[in-house]
């Protein structure tokens, strides 16, 4: 099938130029790794958790979601350097799938988002972490959908804006309270009612709350389901809406 | 091999509060033959690139319609692009890949198998002596390695038309020369080869036919040749200071033999001329009799640039 060949030749160009410079992946891991070991044994006294595992259940979730949203959200920068350099014009004047030129390139996003998860499911299971593998690969799941909504998201916007001066605000602006209202680094279970009441119609508390259950291995919490859903639903019109960028004129 | 008829492109800017919109393409009918090197010559911003921008599917026309190679351009982008090359002004390279590496997804990208890929890529980067470089990463390329990287880009899937937007700007005479040259062996391959410049030697020496476009329009199009017929008489070429040019002009703008004269911005003038050889004694006398300082005094057959500046008013070379 022509888009799943445009995508795959586009995913592996990507994948190829972003090993080709392994700075980047050093990058990718070691903050998340940072948080791990830094931040996280303040979280036992402060949750009040039993052991250190229960903290961890709680605070992992929470920092792959982070790692997925923000991953995604800042792809748009390499676009706009792309952008001006032509090699976008030059691929829209062949006969290359539009929406494969997105996908190739949100899949890149995914797929490094997953090693970065991987990573840090391991180094936390030194830290006795426990998971069931099946609700662990659910959970990847959802963080694999929340990385290609925030990707394609990026990549749409930046075809609009085509400058990083305007891309950064924009994004930061976005990002901020998304990540205040989804009870990422502290449950939104201790925050006042309002705050819950706002926190409700963040897509992203909905996908903090499903990884978390999975975690604690309770796979038939609604919001396993929901959670899924509503990312699956946002994801699907992110990528259509960034696809379509793709296809309408770029300068 | 193209056709276009009123093919027409405004944008809208905005400078501040008041939105202004730039006519860049006014009605635009081209008929290009199959394999010949057609040129498009103009001064910046004429509306060179945004025709084919247009032609190449990469902006929407906002009047007019075109067939390229047999397909429609407004109800058949997809066909269009299968049998058209194009090649950006501005570089389409990505600093971190290689030669080789940019080929064959090229190639890829326009449903290539791989092996007949890379072996395209071989042939082009010998076609175009990268091979050299053809695994070095193209930000260390020099620039006019670069742009026959481009332009090897361009061709890679054999096209039908390849539009070439400035392929030799920025390049050495010997590059530049060289790049000619690929051009012609292009043609012999049998395809057609659609260039825009501003270069008047390049139209001249290279193109088969050419058109001429200024303010988004084209003002005159036939073979080189052609053009230069068109405009009868000779151009006489004469040598003065600064100081003696304006006088020298005040003068011969009297004689009723003298069409039309042109300042040179490095002193002189340009005089337009039925027959050179009687008006050569004629200005003679009467610079000489004015007792201004003649240093040269030079006989020319008309040139591109004289066709512009007899269509436009103005001289390519000022603008
Ligand atoms: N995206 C755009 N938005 C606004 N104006 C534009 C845009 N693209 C082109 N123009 C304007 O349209 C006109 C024609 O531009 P174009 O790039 O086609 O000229 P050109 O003949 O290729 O010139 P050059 O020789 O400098 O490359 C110019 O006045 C330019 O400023
Ligand atoms: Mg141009």
């Not at chain 2, 043609?187 to 260039?195: C, D, K, Y």
């Not at chain 2, 039925?274 to 050569?280: K, S």
Request: net charge neutral; hydrophobic share 45%; proline share 4%.
């Amino acid at each position: 099938m022509k888009l799943a060949r445009d995508t795959w030749l586009i995913f592996q160009r990507q994948l190829h130029l972003l090993l080709r410079n392994p700075v980047w992946v050093f990058v990718g891991v070691f903050q998340p790794v940072m948080y791990l070991l830094l931040f996280a044994p303040l979280l036992k006294p402060a949750l009040n958790a039993p052991t250190q595992a229960e903290a961890y259940k709680i605070f992992v979730p929470g920092l792959l979601v982070l790692l997925a949203i923000f991953g995604g959200l800042f792809q748009g920068f390499g676009l706009i350097a792309e952008l001006r350099a032509g090699v976008i014009e030059r691929s829209r004047v062949t006969p290359v799938s539009r929406l494969a030129l997105l996908l190739g390139r949100s899949l890149r996003d995914v797929v490094s988002l997953l090693v970065q998860a991987v990573i840090i499911t391991l180094l936390a299971l030194l830290f006795d972490l426990r998971v069931f593998i099946g609700d662990l690969l659910l959970a990847y799941l959802l963080l694999a959908l929340i990385a290609l909504m925030t990707s394609a998201v990026s990549y749409g916007v930046a075809l609009k804006v085509k400058s990083e001066d305007a891309l950064a605000p924009l994004m930061n602006t976005v990002a901020q309270p998304v990540l205040l209202l989804s009870g990422i680094l502290l449950p939104l279970a201790f925050a006042p009612g309002w705050l819950q009441g706002i926190a409700k119609w963040n897509p992203f508390s909905w996908a903090v709350d499903g990884t978390r259950a999975l975690f604690s291995g309770d796979i038939s919490n609604d919001r396993v389901w929901q959670g899924l859903t509503i990312i699956t639903v946002l994801a699907a019109a992110g990528v259509f809406w960034a696809a379509r960028q793709f296809a309408r004129s770029v300068r | 091999m193209i056709e276009t008829r009123g093919l027409r492109k405004s944008f809208r800017s905005r400078a501040g509060r008041e939105t202004k919109t730039v006519d860049a393409v006014r009605g635009v009918d081209l008929d290009v033959a199959a394999g010949e090197i057609f040129g498009f010559l103009g001064p910046n911003g004429a509306g060179k690139t945004t025709t084919l921008r247009m032609l190449a599917t990469l902006i929407e026309p906002d009047g007019g319609q075109a067939t390229i190679a047999g397909a429609d351009l407004l109800k058949d982008p997809g066909e269009v692009r299968r049998r058209i090359g194009y090649v950006a002004q501005g570089g389409s390279t990505w600093d971190e890949s290689t030669a080789r590496e940019e080929l064959v997804l090229q190639a890829r990208l326009y449903g290539i198998s791989k092996v007949e890929a890379q072996r395209r890529a071989v042939r082009a980067l010998e076609a175009f002596q990268l091979t050299e470089f053809a695994d070095r990463k193209c930000k260390t390329y020099s620039g006019g390695q670069r742009r026959r990287v481009e332009i090897a880009l361009g061709i890679i899937h054999e096209p039908k038309i390849v539009f070439l937007d400035e392929p030799t700007t920025g390049l050495d005479p010997q590059s530049r020369a060289h790049m000619w040259d690929e051009i012609r062996r292009l043609r012999t391959e049998g395809m057609t080869v659609f260039i825009t410049t501003h270069y008047l030697d390049e139209a001249d020496a290279l193109c088969d036919r050419i058109a001429i476009m200024d303010h988004g329009e084209v003002v005159a199009e036939g073979t080189p040749a052609d053009l230069k017929r068109e405009i009868s008489g000779d151009v006489v070429q004469v040598g003065l200071d600064l100081v003696a040019t304006g006088e020298a002009e005040k003068l011969l703008a009297a004689e009723e033999y003298i069409s039309r004269l042109e300042r040179l911005d490095e002193g002189g003038l340009r005089l337009f001329v039925d027959e050179g050889a009687t008006a050569i004694p004629r200005i003679l006398r009467r610079v000489d009799g004015a007792g201004l300082d003649l240093k040269s005094i030079e006989l020319h057959r008309p040139s591109l640039d004289d066709v512009f500046l007899t269509k436009t008013g103005r001289s390519l070379r000022e603008s």
